[in-house]
């Protein structure tokens, strides 16, 4: 799968893909992930990619050419599934909106910054809008770095254990269940005797029930989605 990832900042992107599971992806060759400067793609002076609002009014709205030329020049090499805008106005992401990213094969994530971008941006250019949250960020790149990750790590082959990603919070609509390692008595919090115990299907049990008291207490929600409470 290929994500190419454009930013007015994207420094602030290009360590965290050098780390950890996403860094493994694409070592291993199952994510291409790009990143792309929009001051490359500027025409004007000094590389200005932003400028003031029509109407007036504060901060800067990034401007749609540079914009328009790269996703142009993008999708002038290949076909793209999405061309996502990163916003706090977008379709909240949720786990689902992960695992339907994640059957694409190429997708555009676009960052905002400043005071956003230039409307036509979204309405003429933009396929899709994703919010990370109810809160608003200075930028679109952790937003983007947050969707990059949250898709890669359900790549078929991503994780060494597959288990693992399926018994993840969110995946079967309860939250995960708590988890313990050595040592198994510390300071006097014991680790739950059933998880001692060897015994796999008393084991099986006590984390479906805990996933589902977990989910009762915390995200009652959840479970109210799928009209079981
Ligand atoms: N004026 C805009 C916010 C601009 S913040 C508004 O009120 O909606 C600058 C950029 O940061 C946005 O364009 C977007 O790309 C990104 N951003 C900020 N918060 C975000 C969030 N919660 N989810 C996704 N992207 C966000």
């Known amino acids: 799968m290929r994500i190419d990832i454009i930013s007015a900042v994207p420094d602030l992107i290009s360590s965290f893909l050098e780390h950890s599971i996403v860094q493994r992806a694409r070592s291993k060759g199952i994510m291409d992930i790009q990143l792309h400067d929009l001051h490359d793609y500027s025409t004007r002076k000094f590389r200005q990619i932003d400028d003031a609002p029509y109407g007036g009014g504060s901060g800067m709205v990034l401007g749609i050419e540079p914009i328009d030329r790269c996703i ?15 916003s706090p106005d977008g379709q909240p992401l949720t786990q689902s909106v992960c695992h339907r990213l994640t059957l694409k094969q190429n997708l555009i994530i676009l960052c905002g910054h400043y005071k956003g971008v230039d409307e036509r941006v979204r309405t003429g250019l933009c396929t899709m809008e994703i919010s990370i949250g109810d809160y608003v960020l200075s930028g679109g790149e952790l937003p983007a770095a947050v ?23 969110f995946q079967d609509g309860l939250l995960s269940p708590p988890v313990y390692t050595r040592p198994a008595v510390y300071r006097d919090w014991a680790v739950p005797e059933v998880l001692r115990s060897g015994h796999e299907t008393q084991i099986d049990a006590w984390r479906h029930e805990q996933a589902l008291m977990r989910t009762k207490l915390r995200r009652p929600d959840l479970l109210a989605d799928q009209g079981d409470v």
Request: charged share 25%; hydrophobic share 40%; glycine share 2%.
């Open 72 to 86: 142009t020049a993008l999708k002038s090499e290949r076909s793209y599934d999405e061309v996502i805008f990163m």
């Open 147 to 169: 969707l990059t990750d949250a898709i890669t790590r359900l790549q078929p082959g991503v994780l060494s254990d597959v288990q693992s990603a399926l018994s993840d919070s």
